[in-house]
């Protein structure tokens, strides 16, 4: 009996300290703040439920109750961190000049900024291997995040619809942005040569867009017949 009567008191006591846990704050807000933590230390590969858990001061199943699985727990944490990126896009545009290329550059500045502020989510939010895109809010605020270097790209070139615009387009400035950051947070040699603050991503990126932005402007040669066709139906 006594035995029996120790493992209530260690079960109710786990009980209570998980009920403190919910009432002294969210247990799902808890949880994805552990896992940033865990993700800053061990990376993705060393990503567990457990760690998280055992930081967020509740059992080891608890995290299955809010999140399924750790897919499911990654997947909420990038779409938080997607919403947050987009946030950021639009906020550095609203302070930015209205012009097309003012606009464009300022994504690409919110996109390598939110990468070295946030090293643990932008290393995920990109790892399709680890991340359940059946998840709403993941896929509604990846395509907002996707739908703003569209739109911006897509403004260069004022004659063209998005429908229109090239791929190659969007995937080169995709690429400007995505590799300056991923290379700053990754590679020390790269950082080295950009020089390693933030500053200094801003030049290296702004010298970057400038050398594209013949490209993302300039039209295709098949394209000024149709240009003169559409001035002259105007008239």
């Not at 230390?41 to 930081?55: D, I, S």
């Not at 299955?64 to 990654?74: E, K, Q, S, T, W």
């Not at 010298?207 to 240009?227: G, I, N, T, V, Y």
Request: net charge positive.
């Amino acid at each position: 009996m006594a035995k029996a009567g120790g493992g209530n008191r260690r079960a109710g006591g786990q009980a209570m300290r998980e009920g403190e846990a919910y009432h002294h704050g969210d247990l799902r807000e808890a949880l994805l703040e552990a896992a940033e933590s865990v993700l800053l230390e061990q990376g993705v590969e060393g990503f567990t439920l457990r760690e998280c858990a055992r930081r967020a001061g509740v059992s080891h199943g608890a995290p299955a109750h809010h999140f399924g699985d750790a897919r499911g727990l990654l997947s909420e944490f990038s779409a938080l961190s997607f919403e947050r990126l987009d946030a950021l896009m639009r906020a550095y545009r609203q302070r930015g000049e209205p012009d097309a290329y003012a606009q464009f550059a300022a994504t690409g500045l919110a996109y390598v900024d939110f990468a070295l502020a946030n090293r643990a989510r932008f290393q995920l939010m990109f790892r399709s291997d680890r991340l359940d895109y059946r998840n709403e809010r993941l896929s509604a605020a990846g395509a907002r995040v996707y739908a703003q270097l569209v739109e911006t790209v897509t403004a260069l070139r004022p004659e063209r619809s998005r429908d229109e615009m090239p791929r190659e387009l969007i995937a080169l400035a995709w690429s400007i942005a995505h590799g300056v950051a991923t290379l700053m947070l990754d590679n020390r040699t790269f950082a080295e040569l950009v020089g390693g603050r933030s500053e200094h991503a801003h030049a290296m990126m702004l010298d970057l867009l400038r050398r594209a932005r013949p490209l993302f402007e300039a039209a295709a040669p098949e394209e000024a017949p149709k240009r003169a066709a559409r001035a002259a139906r105007r008239r």
